[in-house]
C-alpha cells in the first residue's frame, strides 16, 4: 500500500462485499499511467489526513461526551435514514467499535449514549440509534468547544 511492505491496519466487513486486490506494482504502473487516477489518489490521501488531524484535534480538545457526541453526527451524515422521529442509524457497530472512534472505553461510550437516551435526545435499540434532533445534538458538540 503505497510504498508499506504491509498496511498496520485491519478491518471487518459490516455486510456481504467483494473485494478486489491489485498487487503494488500493478497500481504503481496504473498511476503512471493515468495522471487522472493518480489525482484521485492524491485527492483522497489529502481528505484522509485532513480528517486524520481534525482527529487528533478532537482528541486533544474536546471532552468525551462531546467526541461521541460528534462521531454520532457523522454516523448519521453518512449512514443515517431520516424518518418521522428523527434520524435512524442502522449499523452493526458495536460500543468497542464507537469507542476506539473517539479513544475512549466502551464502558465511557455507554455512559455517554445512556445521558443522551435519558435526555431524549436518542432513542437506541439493538443495533440502531435514533438521533432525535440533529440540530440540538450538534449544538452540544459546539458547546464544548469544537471548531465547527
Do not use: K
Not at 76 to 94: E, F, K, V, Y
Request: with cysteine.
Amino acid at each position: 500500500m503505497l510504498g508499506q511492505p504491509r498496511y498496520p491496519e485491519s478491518a471487518a466487513a459490516q455486510t456481504a462485499c467483494c473485494v478486489l486486490v491489485i498487487a503494488r506494482d500493478d497500481f504503481r504502473n496504473l498511476l503512471q499511467s493515468y495522471p487522472d487516477v493518480a489525482l484521485n489518489v492524491v485527492d483522497g490521501l489529502a481528505r484522509e489526513l485532513a480528517a486524520a488531524h481534525d482527529s487528533i484535534e478532537a482528541i486533544s480538545t474536546m471532552s468525551v461526551d462531546a467526541r461521541v457526541t460528534l462521531v454520532l453526527l457523522r454516523l448519521a451524515d453518512r449512514l443515517g435514514q431520516p424518518d418521522d422521529s428523527g434520524i435512524l442509524i442502522q449499523s452493526a457497530l458495536s460500543q468497542q467499535d464507537l469507542a476506539a472512534m473517539v479513544s475512549t472505553t466502551p464502558e465511557t461510550v455507554s455512559r455517554v449514549i445512556s445521558g443522551l437516551r435519558r435526555s431524549g435526545h436518542v432513542e437506541t435499540g439493538r443495533r440502531w440509534i435514533r438521533i432525535r434532533d440533529r440540530a440540538t445534538l450538534a449544538r452540544l458538540a459546539e458547546g464544548d468547544g469544537h471548531p465547527h
